[in-house]
């Protein structure tokens, strides 16, 4: 418990050194002040953009986007999962198409989503879907498959139907590591939101900062990818909250074992 | 090993998918422009293939995918090591990883833009950034999850610091900086990808987008067959020497269990 109170001092006493030292070098001009404006002003700059809702609106056009594409690809790969998971022969059959389809880096298809789509939401929406399908699919394959046989027969033997069996039995017992392909697909989610607001866009975090640097405001670059920073940081605390809330029985049913 | 059936069923639905792409393309000319027919596709990947262009942005992006990863690699697993090995060292920058982590890998483009220029230099500098991350997060989990009983063996023996780092810790934590190897050969070409794409020039992934923006899709989409090939490559050649590197890992945990 000391060792980890000290631990989280020494930590911080490096940042704050490392902030002190880009501020002071920063003035003296020893780092280019262009390139590497002093901590103050970029702090500076961030609050006022937050407190004008310039970056808050940023980052909510950012993030209707990614929650967008993010849900639909749940939606749509979770229960594609389940019925890959529990039929053999409907996994063999898609198993080429989605070996081929996996290893085409996202960014690549950001050009095919713009030539279908245009530059809307519907281009930034796809990509995220497509790019954060593969973690949610394979993680509930997965899941699906290594399920204790014995849960399911025993289901049977009380007379679940199929339909109930998957909700009741099925979904549960697979859900750790659904949540965990869930988990994964988050931060693809949001790297992709960025690019394809890089790319091609003219609102959202992703924009902003590649823009405050084609316009050389680098205090402005600076706040936008600490905001963002905060962004990712957030929602992966969100993300462990809401798992530790929803998984908790599992992790009691484990501790039972 | 595991012994893999000629998957039918698959191919066979791979085949009808094709052959629906092919059928639709050439029944509907407004389709067409957008999602050519693949025969199409593959008689541009063929002409190209032997063309001097294609073949000069495949080299591109794989110099630059190399330079980042391995550097990457090379960075990450030594200060992972550090960092593992040491808890004063770990306990100092702590904070700092975990305040850098959560920003998504590609927001420091514009960063990178700005001090490293729009050449070769920034599109590896960004991917050695992104890169890093899995590498050393797993790096020093590997290393402190090392059975102490392991270093004090070593420190019996007379080992020195350097010699248990190298002789005992590496190798003990080699599946686990695997992993993070493996994570981070994707995020690599994401980052390469994307670089190009930004800052243009040359390389796969701006070769793709110039493509799209002339309107030339057979060209783009056979671009978008070579990278698809070039991730898979990658990944088998990863898988490949992974087995060949921790094979005396698996028969020591084969063995281990009953």
Not at chain 1, 5 to 26: C, D, H, I, P, Y
Not at chain 2, 228 to 248: C, I, K, P
């Amino acid at each position: 418990m000391s060792w980890n109170r000290e631990s989280k001092l020494n930590g911080a006493l490096v940042l704050l050194a490392v902030m002190a030292a880009w501020e002071l070098a920063s003035r003296a001009e020893m780092l280019n002040p262009l390139f590497f404006p002093p901590v103050t002003k970029i702090l500076k700059s961030f609050f006022a953009l937050i407190s004008s809702g310039e970056i808050p609106a940023q980052i909510l056009s950012s993030v209707r986007r990614a929650s967008s594409g993010y849900v639909l690809a749940a939606m749509v790969f979770i229960p594609l999962g389940i019925l890959m998971g529990l039929f053999d022969g409907l996994r063999r059959a898609l198993e080429i198409v989605i070996e081929t389809a996996r290893p085409i880096p996202p960014p690549v298809v950001v050009p095919v989503a713009m030539l279908f789509f245009g530059l809307g939401e519907g281009m930034k929406i796809f990509v995220i879907f497509f790019s954060s399908a593969w973690p949610i699919l394979l993680n509930t394959i997965d899941g699906v498959r290594n399920i204790d046989r014995v849960l399911v027969q025993t289901a049977r033997t009380f007379g679940l139907s199929q339909g109930r069996a998957i909700v009741k039995v099925i979904l549960p017992a697979a859900s750790p590591q659904i949540m965990t392909g869930l988990r994964v697909s988050l931060a693809i989610t949001l790297i992709l939101v960025v690019i394809s607001e890089m790319v091609g866009s003219s609102d959202g975090i992703g924009y902003f900062i590649l823009d405050a640097q084609r316009r050389l405001k680098v205090d402005r670059m600076y706040a936008g990818m600490l905001s963002l920073a905060l962004l990712g940081y957030l929602l992966n605390q969100l993300f462990v909250i809401f798992t530790n809330y929803f998984l908790s029985w599992h992790r009691g049913m484990r501790r039972a074992e | 090993m595991k012994h893999r059936r000629f998957n039918l069923p698959g191919l066979a639905v791979f085949a009808a998918l094709l052959l629906l792409w092919e059928v639709s393309s050439h029944s509907n000319p407004n389709l067409q422009s957008y999602f050519p027919p693949p025969s199409e596709v593959m008689s541009v990947l063929f002409r190209l293939a032997f063309a001097r262009e294609l073949l000069g942005h495949l080299v591109d992006t794989l110099e630059r995918f190399l330079g980042g990863y391995l550097l990457a690699a090379a960075i990450a697993v030594s200060l992972g090591v550090c960092l593992g090995y040491f808890r004063l060292a770990h306990s100092f920058f702590d904070l700092l990883i975990e305040l850098l982590r959560p920003m998504p890998s590609v927001a420091i483009i514009p960063v990178a833009i700005l001090l490293l220029g729009i050449g070769d230099a920034m599109m590896i500098g960004v991917t050695v950034y992104a890169c890093a991350w899995p590498i050393l997060i797993n790096t020093i989990d590997g290393v402190r999850s090392i059975d102490r009983t392991l270093i004090d063996t070593g420190r019996t023996f007379g080992l020195g610091r350097m010699r248990i780092l190298r002789e005992i810790a590496l190798p003990a934590a080699a599946p686990y900086i695997m992993t993070g190897l493996r994570v981070s050969l994707p995020i690599a070409l994401i980052l390469v990808t994307t670089s190009e794409m930004v800052v243009g020039g040359s390389g796969l992934g701006y070769f793709i987008l110039d493509e799209e923006r002339s309107f030339r899709t057979k060209e783009m989409f056979a671009g978008i067959a070579v990278v698809a090939l070039l991730g898979y490559a990658l990944n088998r050649l990863f898988v490949a020497l992974e087995n060949r590197m921790l094979a005396w890992h698996r028969g020591i945990t084969a063995k281990g269990t009953p």
